[in-house]
C-alpha cells in the first residue's frame, strides 16, 4: 500500500489475510512468513513521477487556458461595446457642437431682424416727415434758422437708417450662410464606417492568434508585458507605461485608438468647431457692430428732428406757445435717456467732450428763439440778434455732436476680458468701439472649454504618447479685421459733419445777405410755396411778426374784429360768380355807351400827359415818364385854367394814379407805391416811397393803387400776358398783399397794348380803358352791379391810341389820347 504499488491484474480479487503473514515489530514490519519483496528500480520511479507532474502540468495548462481565454472573450464583449459607447457619446456632443452652430447664429439672424423690423418701421416715419407731413404744406414756412436744424438731422436720420438697415441685412445673410457652411462640411456626427465596425468587431477563434504567453498565462505568477507603442524609426516596441495588459488590449489600441492626425487634448486647447466659427465671425461680426451703432445715431438725429418738427407744427400752424415746449421736453428726454444707455464714455483716449450729455437739450434753444420769433414783441435788433444767437449755439452744439460721434465710432485694440455670463465677450483680435461694448451685444466663440469639460471628438483623433503632442490643432484662419464696414460709416459720419459746416456758412451768408437771398421768388403772387394765398413768415425772414394762412388766419379762429373784413373779401371774391351765373339765366341788353367830346385844353409846352387822376371836378394829368403834371377844372366840355408842377423824389416810370383827400398815390414801375401828400405848392409836389404799402409782386403791365373809406390800400393790377384783372386788398397787421377778387375786361383784346386802370375816389370804382377807346366802370362793393360801359370805342380805323380815363364830377368820365405822335387830346363826357 505505497505509492508505487503495482496495481492488481484485472480480475484479481484480494482474499482475506492469512495468520502469520506480517507481524509488527518495532522499527518496522516483521516478517512472519514468507521473505519480503524485492525493492523496485529507480526507472520505475522515474516514469511515475513525470506522468504525475505531466497530469499536474495539464491541469494548471488547462485551468489557465480557460482563465485566459474566459478573459479574452471578456474583453473582446468590452471591446466592442466600448467602441460604441465611444461613438455614440461622441456623436452625441457633435450634436451638441451643431447646436453651439446653430445657437450663435441664430443670436445674430434674431438682431439682424429686429433691426429690419425696427428699419421698416422708421422709414415709414421719416419719409412721411419728409414728405407727406413736411413743414410748409399745411402752413406757413418756418424761419430759415430753425429750418436749416431741421433738414440736416433729418437727412442724417434717414442716411444712418440706410446704412444700417444695409448692415443688418449683410451681417444676417453672412451669418447664415457660414452656420450652413460649417454644419454641411465640417461639424459632421462621427458615424464609424463598416470597415471600422469590423475591426472592432472579434470573433472566438482570434483567441487562436494570441501569443502563447498570453493563452497559457497563470495569473498572479506571470505578469503581463506592460504599455506599448511602435517605434517608427526602428519598427520596435517601446513601452510607455508601467500598468501590464494583454497583448490583445495593445491590439485594440493600436487599430482602434490609432492617430488620426489631431491633436492630444490639453488644458488650453479648444473644440474645432469654436475655432472654425470664429474665423467665420470675421465676415460679418464688424457688420453687426455699425448696425446696432447705427440704430443708436438714427434715432438720436430723428427724435431731434422730430422735437423741431413739431414745435414749427405748433408755432406756424397751430399758433400755440406752451405745447411747443412740452413737445420739446418729451422727446429731448427720450433722447437723453437712449444715449446714456448705450454709450459708456471711456475713462482715456476720448478727444471730445461728452455731448451726448448736452445735445440733447438743443430744441430748448430753438423753442426760445421760435417764442421771441413768433412774439407779439415789436420788431427789434435786440430781439432778431438774440435769436440768431440760440440758433447759433445749436449749430455749433449739432457740429461738435457730429464730430463726438464719429470718435465714439471709432474702432479701437483692447485688451481681452475675461468672459463673464451674460454679458458680451468678443476676442482682443477684434476692434471694437470702446464707448459701444456694452450695446453691441457681440458674443464671439470661446477660445477655451470651461473647466471639466472636454471634447471627445478630439480625444478620439488624438494619437497616444508624445507623437499625438507634436501634431497641430485646428485654429481659425489668421486674417486681418474686415473693416469695411467702419469705412461705410466712417465716411456717413463725414458726410453728418460737412452738412453741419455747409449749412452754417449758408446761414452766415443769409444773415450777411439777406434771408433766401439766392432764391428766385413768385412772380405774380407773392406765396409761400405755392398756394393761392401768400404765406408771411416771422420777421427775422420778412421783417414783420405776423402770418396770415391760406384758413382766413393761422390762429384757426375768426376773432370777433376780423368777422367783417374777412366776409368783405369773401363777398367781392365770390360776386363775380355770381353776377356771372345770372348772366346766363337773364336776358341782358347792353345800353349804347355815350360818345365822348374833345375838350378844349392847352397843354403847357413841357407836358405830353399819358395819365389821368380826378378828385371831385378837378382831374390831374401827368406824363409818365418824367413826372411832369397840370391840375385843371372842367366845366362842360372847357377848362377854367391849367395849373403846372413837377413830381419830386420818384424814380422810375409811373403806372397808376389815384387822387384824394389825403393826396396823391402813385404807382411806379416794379410794384413800388409812392404817396404825395396835400397839394404842389411853388410848381413842385414832394413824393416819398409808401412805410405802409409793400410792394406789389413783379410783372405788372398795368396798375393803380388807391386808399378806400376806411384808409386802406386797395390795388388793382394787370399782369403780362394776362386778360383779366386782379383786385388786391393790403392787410396791414402783416404788410401784405392778399387777392380779393377779379375782373373780367370786356371789348376786344390787344396783345400790345395792356388795359388801363384808375380808380375812383376812395377806391369804390374801378375804370377800365381798351386799346379801342372803350371805358368801362365796375363797382367794387358788394351790391353795386355789373360792369357799364361808360364810354363808346372810337370809330373802326381810328389812329388814335387811347390812355388812362377818370371819372369826375356827377359821373363825367375824362379819357386822354394822342393822334400820330401829335399833343395829347382829352375827351370827356357831356
Same mark, same amino acid.
Given at each position: 500500500?505505497?505509492?508505487?504499488?503495482?496495481?492488481?491484474?484485472?480480475?484479481?480479487?484480494?482474499?482475506?489475510?492469512?495468520?502469520?503473514?506480517?507481524?509488527?515489530?518495532?522499527?518496522?514490519?516483521?516478517?512472519?512468513?514468507?521473505?519480503?519483496?524485492?525493492?523496485?528500480?529507480?526507472?520505475?520511479?522515474?516514469?511515475?513521477?513525470?506522468?504525475?507532474?505531466?497530469?499536474?502540468?495539464?491541469?494548471?495548462?488547462?485551468?489557465?487556458?480557460?482563465?485566459?481565454?474566459?478573459?479574452?472573450?471578456?474583453?473582446?464583449?468590452?471591446?466592442?461595446?466600448?467602441?460604441?459607447?465611444?461613438?455614440?457619446?461622441?456623436?452625441?456632443?457633435?450634436?451638441?457642437?451643431?447646436?453651439?452652430?446653430?445657437?450663435?447664429?441664430?443670436?445674430?439672424?434674431?438682431?439682424?431682424?429686429?433691426?429690419?423690423?425696427?428699419?421698416?418701421? =422708421?422709414?415709414?416715419?421719416?419719409?412721411?416727415?419728409?414728405?407727406?407731413?413736411?413743414?410748409?404744406?399745411?402752413?406757413?414756412?418756418?424761419?430759415?434758422?430753425?429750418?436749416?436744424?431741421?433738414?440736416?438731422?433729418?437727412?442724417?436720420?434717414?442716411?444712418?437708417?440706410?446704412?444700417?438697415?444695409?448692415?443688418?441685412?449683410?451681417?444676417?445673410?453672412?451669418?447664415?450662410?457660414?452656420?450652413?457652411?460649417?454644419?454641411?462640411?465640417?461639424?459632421?456626427?462621427?458615424?464609424?464606417?463598416?470597415?471600422?465596425?469590423?475591426?472592432?468587431?472579434?470573433?472566438?477563434?482570434?483567441?487562436?492568434?494570441?501569443?502563447?504567453?498570453?493563452?497559457?498565462?497563470?495569473?498572479?505568477?506571470?505578469?503581463?508585458?506592460?504599455?506599448?507603442?511602435?517605434?517608427?524609426?526602428?519598427?520596435?516596441?517601446?513601452?510607455?507605461?508601467?500598468?501590464?495588459?494583454?497583448?490583445?488590449?495593445?491590439?485594440?489600441?493600436?487599430?482602434?485608438?490609432?492617430?488620426?492626425?489631431?491633436?492630444?487634448?490639453?488644458?488650453?486647447?479648444?473644440?474645432?468647431?469654436?475655432?472654425?466659427?470664429?474665423?467665420?465671425?470675421?465676415?460679418?461680426?464688424?457688420?453687426?457692430?455699425?448696425?446696432?451703432?447705427?440704430?443708436?445715431?438714427?434715432?438720436?438725429?430723428?427724435?431731434?428732428?422730430?422735437?423741431?418738427?413739431?414745435?414749427?407744427?405748433?408755432?406756424?400752424?397751430?399758433?400755440?406757445?406752451?405745447?411747443?415746449?412740452?413737445?420739446?421736453?418729451?422727446?429731448?428726454?427720450?433722447?437723453?435717456?437712449?444715449?446714456?444707455?448705450?454709450?459708456?464714455?471711456?475713462?482715456?483716449?476720448?478727444?471730445?467732450?461728452?455731448?451726448?450729455?448736452?445735445?440733447?437739450?438743443?430744441?430748448?434753444?430753438?423753442?426760445?428763439?421760435?417764442?421771441?420769433?413768433?412774439?407779439?414783441?415789436?420788431?427789434?435788433?435786440?430781439?432778431?440778434?438774440?435769436?440768431?444767437?440760440?440758433?447759433?449755439?445749436?449749430?455749433?452744439?449739432?457740429?461738435?455732436?457730429?464730430?463726438?460721434?464719429?470718435?465714439?465710432?471709432?474702432?479701437?485694440?483692447?485688451?481681452?476680458?475675461?468672459?463673464?455670463?451674460?454679458?458680451?465677450?468678443?476676442?482682443?483680435?477684434?476692434?471694437?468701439?470702446?464707448?459701444?461694448?456694452?450695446?453691441?451685444?457681440?458674443?464671439?466663440?470661446?477660445?477655451?472649454?470651461?473647466?471639466?469639460?472636454?471634447?471627445?471628438?478630439?480625444?478620439?483623433?488624438?494619437?497616444?504618447?508624445?507623437?499625438?503632442?507634436?501634431?497641430?490643432?485646428?485654429?481659425?484662419?489668421?486674417?486681418?479685421?474686415?473693416?469695411?464696414?467702419?469705412?461705410?460709416?466712417?465716411?456717413?459720419?463725414?458726410?453728418?459733419?460737412?452738412?453741419?459746416?455747409?449749412?452754417?456758412?449758408?446761414?452766415?451768408?443769409?444773415?450777411?445777405?439777406?434771408?433766401?437771398?439766392?432764391?428766385?421768388?413768385? $412772380?405774380?403772387?407773392?406765396?409761400?410755396?405755392?398756394?393761392?394765398?401768400?404765406?408771411?413768415?416771422?420777421?427775422?425772414?420778412?421783417?414783420?411778426?405776423?402770418?396770415?394762412?391760406?384758413?382766413?388766419? =393761422?390762429?384757426?379762429?375768426?376773432?370777433?374784429?376780423?368777422?367783417?373784413?374777412?366776409?368783405?373779401?369773401?363777398?367781392?371774391?365770390?360776386?363775380?360768380?355770381?353776377?356771372?351765373?345770372?348772366?346766363?339765366?337773364?336776358?341782358?341788353?347792353?345800353?349804347?355807351?355815350?360818345?365822348?367830346?374833345?375838350?378844349?385844353?392847352?397843354?403847357?409846352?413841357?407836358?405830353?400827359?399819358?395819365?389821368?387822376?380826378?378828385?371831385?371836378?378837378?382831374?390831374?394829368?401827368?406824363?409818365?415818364?418824367?413826372?411832369?403834371?397840370?391840375?385843371?377844372?372842367?366845366? $362842360?366840355?372847357?377848362?377854367?385854367?391849367?395849373?403846372?408842377?413837377?413830381?419830386?423824389?420818384?424814380?422810375?416810370?409811373?403806372?397808376?394814379?389815384?387822387?384824394?383827400?389825403?393826396?396823391?398815390?402813385?404807382?411806379?414801375?416794379?410794384?413800388?407805391?409812392?404817396?404825395?401828400?396835400?397839394?404842389?405848392?411853388?410848381?413842385?409836389?414832394?413824393?416819398?416811397?409808401?412805410?405802409?404799402?409793400?410792394?406789389?409782386?413783379?410783372?405788372?403791365?398795368?396798375?393803380?393803387?388807391?386808399?378806400?373809406?376806411?384808409?386802406?390800400?386797395?390795388?388793382?393790377?394787370?399782369?403780362?400776358?394776362?386778360?383779366?384783372?386782379?383786385?388786391?386788398?393790403?392787410?396791414?397787421?402783416?404788410?401784405?398783399?392778399?387777392?380779393?377778387?377779379?375782373?373780367?375786361?370786356?371789348?376786344?383784346?390787344?396783345?400790345?397794348?395792356?388795359?388801363?386802370?384808375?380808380?375812383?375816389?376812395?377806391?369804390?370804382?374801378?375804370?377800365?380803358?381798351?386799346?379801342?377807346?372803350?371805358?368801362?366802370?365796375?363797382?367794387?362793393?358788394?351790391?353795386?352791379?355789373?360792369?357799364?360801359?361808360?364810354?363808346?370805342?372810337?370809330?373802326?380805323?381810328?389812329?388814335?391810341?387811347?390812355?388812362?380815363?377818370?371819372?369826375?364830377?356827377?359821373?363825367?368820365?375824362?379819357?386822354?389820347?394822342?393822334?400820330? $405822335?401829335?399833343?395829347?387830346?382829352?375827351?370827356?363826357?357831356?
Amino acid at each position: 500500500q505505497g505509492p508505487l504499488a503495482q496495481a492488481p491484474a484485472p480480475g484479481f480479487v484480494p482474499g482475506p489475510p492469512r495468520p502469520g503473514d506480517f507481524e509488527r515489530r518495532e522499527g518496522g514490519p516483521e516478517r512472519t512468513g514468507a521473505p519480503p519483496p524485492d525493492p523496485p528500480p529507480a526507472a520505475a520511479m522515474t516514469t511515475v513521477l513525470a506522468a504525475e507532474a505531466v497530469g499536474a502540468a495539464t491541469a494548471a495548462a488547462r485551468g489557465a487556458f480557460n482563465y485566459n481565454r474566459a478573459n479574452f472573450m471578456f474583453d473582446a464583449g468590452m471591446r466592442w461595446a466600448r467602441f460604441n459607447t465611444g461613438y455614440g457619446q461622441a456623436m452625441g456632443q457633435v450634436s451638441q457642437y451643431r447646436e453651439d452652430i446653430r445657437d450663435l447664429t441664430e443670436f445674430t439672424v434674431t438682431k439682424a431682424d429686429t433691426y429690419h423690423t425696427v428699419g421698416t418701421i =422708421c422709414f415709414v416715419l421719416n419719409f412721411q416727415t419728409i414728405m407727406a407731413g413736411r413743414l410748409g404744406v399745411h402752413g406757413p414756412a418756418p424761419p430759415g434758422w430753425i429750418m436749416g436744424m431741421y433738414w440736416t438731422n433729418i437727412c442724417s436720420a434717414l442716411m444712418f437708417l440706410v446704412t444700417f438697415t444695409w448692415m443688418a441685412m449683410h451681417s444676417g445673410a453672412r451669418a447664415n450662410a457660414g452656420a450652413a457652411y460649417m454644419l454641411t462640411r465640417n461639424v459632421r456626427l462621427p458615424i464609424p464606417t463598416p470597415k471600422m465596425l469590423d475591426e472592432a468587431r472579434m470573433t472566438g477563434n482570434e483567441f487562436e492568434k494570441q501569443r502563447v504567453l498570453d493563452v497559457f498565462r497563470i495569473p498572479f505568477i506571470a505578469p503581463a508585458p506592460k504599455d506599448s507603442i511602435e517605434d517608427p524609426e526602428s519598427g520596435q516596441r517601446v513601452q510607455t507605461g508601467e500598468r501590464r495588459m494583454p497583448r490583445w488590449y495593445h491590439d485594440e489600441v493600436s487599430e482602434l485608438r490609432k492617430d488620426e492626425g489631431g491633436a492630444a487634448p490639453s488644458p488650453t486647447s479648444n473644440p474645432e468647431h469654436f475655432e472654425l466659427y470664429r474665423g467665420l465671425q470675421e465676415e460679418w461680426w464688424c457688420y453687426d457692430v455699425y448696425a446696432r451703432i447705427g440704430i443708436l445715431f438714427f434715432f438720436s438725429h430723428w427724435l431731434a428732428a422730430i422735437s423741431l418738427y413739431s414745435m414749427c407744427h405748433v408755432f406756424c400752424e397751430l399758433r400755440c406757445l406752451w405745447p411747443a415746449w412740452t413737445v420739446v421736453a418729451m422727446f429731448s428726454t427720450a433722447q437723453y435717456n437712449i444715449l446714456q444707455l448705450d454709450i459708456v464714455a471711456p475713462k482715456e483716449g476720448s478727444r471730445m467732450p461728452p455731448m451726448e450729455k448736452v445735445v440733447p437739450f438743443v430744441p430748448f434753444l430753438a423753442v426760445a428763439g421760435m417764442s421771441i420769433d413768433y412774439s407779439v414783441l415789436d420788431p427789434h435788433p435786440f430781439w432778431v440778434g438774440c435769436i440768431y444767437t440760440l440758433g447759433w449755439l445749436g449749430y455749433i452744439i449739432y457740429f461738435l455732436w457730429a464730430l463726438r460721434m464719429f470718435d465714439l465710432a471709432s474702432p479701437k485694440f483692447e485688451e481681452e476680458r475675461p468672459e463673464v455670463p451674460g454679458q458680451a465677450w468678443t476676442p482682443t483680435e477684434w476692434p471694437l468701439p470702446p464707448a459701444f461694448r456694452n450695446a453691441v451685444y457681440l458674443i464671439s466663440a470661446p477660445k477655451r472649454l470651461e473647466p471639466g469639460q472636454t471634447c471627445l471628438l478630439q480625444e478620439m483623433k488624438a494619437a497616444k504618447g508624445e507623437q499625438g503632442n507634436k501634431v497641430p490643432q485646428k485654429r481659425a484662419r489668421e486674417v486681418q479685421p474686415a473693416m469695411l464696414p467702419w469705412k461705410l460709416f466712417r465716411g456717413a459720419l463725414i458726410t453728418t459733419c460737412s452738412m453741419w459746416v455747409l449749412i452754417m456758412c449758408g446761414r452766415g451768408f443769409e444773415q450777411v445777405n439777406g434771408e433766401r437771398y439766392l432764391l428766385k421768388q413768385e $412772380g405774380r403772387v407773392e406765396r409761400w410755396p405755392s398756394h393761392m394765398q401768400p404765406w408771411m413768415a416771422p420777421w427775422t425772414r420778412k421783417g414783420s411778426r405776423q402770418e396770415t394762412c391760406h384758413a382766413g388766419g =393761422c390762429d384757426r379762429r375768426l376773432s370777433s374784429s376780423d368777422v367783417s373784413s374777412t366776409a368783405q373779401q369773401l363777398i367781392a371774391t365770390l360776386a363775380p360768380l355770381v353776377q356771372a351765373f345770372d348772366a346766363q339765366n337773364e336776358r341782358h341788353v347792353e345800353p349804347i355807351a355815350p360818345k365822348l367830346k374833345s375838350a378844349e385844353v392847352s397843354w403847357p409846352a413841357s407836358l405830353s400827359p399819358s395819365l389821368l387822376a380826378s378828385r371831385g371836378d378837378e382831374v390831374l394829368a401827368l406824363d409818365r415818364v418824367t413826372g411832369r403834371g397840370a391840375l385843371l377844372r372842367l366845366v $362842360g366840355v372847357a377848362h377854367a385854367g391849367v395849373s403846372e408842377f413837377v413830381l419830386k423824389g420818384l424814380e422810375g416810370e409811373i403806372l397808376g394814379a389815384a387822387w384824394d383827400n389825403a393826396g396823391l398815390v402813385l404807382t411806379l414801375a416794379g410794384g413800388a407805391i409812392a404817396e404825395c401828400a396835400g397839394l404842389p405848392a411853388d410848381g413842385a409836389w414832394s413824393c416819398i416811397r409808401s412805410g405802409v404799402a409793400p410792394a406789389l409782386p413783379s410783372g405788372l403791365a398795368s396798375a393803380v393803387v388807391g386808399r378806400d373809406a376806411t384808409g386802406k390800400f386797395r390795388a388793382a393790377v394787370v399782369y403780362d400776358g394776362d386778360d383779366s384783372v386782379t383786385l388786391l386788398d393790403l392787410l396791414s397787421e402783416a404788410a401784405a398783399w392778399l387777392p380779393a377778387g377779379e375782373v373780367h375786361v370786356p371789348g376786344a383784346k390787344s396783345p400790345t397794348h395792356a388795359p388801363q386802370l384808375s380808380l375812383t375816389s376812395l377806391a369804390q370804382e374801378i375804370l377800365i380803358a381798351t386799346a379801342d377807346g372803350a371805358v368801362h366802370r365796375r363797382p367794387l362793393m358788394l351790391g353795386g352791379g355789373a360792369s357799364e360801359k361808360v364810354a363808346a370805342a372810337a370809330p373802326a380805323g381810328s389812329a388814335r391810341k387811347w390812355f388812362t380815363a377818370c371819372s369826375f364830377g356827377a359821373d363825367r368820365v375824362a379819357h386822354l389820347a394822342s393822334h400820330h $405822335g401829335a399833343r395829347p387830346e382829352l375827351f370827356v363826357s357831356a
